[in-house]
């Protein structure tokens, strides 16, 4: 069980990190790619980086060269990984109709 609450968004969010766990991603561009708040991923983040799912580092650049400012860069760990892929399993199993969905439920007539 993680220490947060695994919601919808939750989710989403993690799906982009395993989509390619290697890839470092900037807080932004997940904003961008899922179309998301600020108010909404940043809190998450903090929330998966406290359970340590994924890290979040400071770009090693010169500012001035790149001309902006550095970056914070998020990466899922491996444990963060092996959870967050346990956890997207869970709910979706969560998400499946019950198996007598267009059948009469056990004990009633058929409709």
């Avoid at 600020?38 to 580092?57: F, K, Q």
């Avoid at 010169?62 to 444990?79: F, I, N, Q």
């Avoid at 499946?96 to 009633?108: D, I, L, S």
């Amino acid at each position: 069980m993680p220490g947060f609450r695994m919601t919808t968004t939750v989710a989403r969010v993690l799906r982009l990190f395993l989509d390619d766990p290697a890839v470092p991603r900037y807080g932004f561009d997940v904003m961008q790619m899922l179309e998301l708040p600020s108010g909404t991923l940043y809190p998450i983040l903090a929330r998966l980086e406290n359970a340590g799912w994924i890290v979040g580092r400071r770009e090693m650049i010169d500012p001035a060269e790149a001309g902006r400012p550095v970056r914070r860069m998020y990466l899922l760990t491996s444990e963060g990984a092996q959870e967050a892929r346990y956890e997207l399993a869970r709910l979706s199993a969560q998400l499946k109709p019950p198996p007598w969905r267009g059948a009469a439920r056990p004990g009633q007539a058929p409709v």
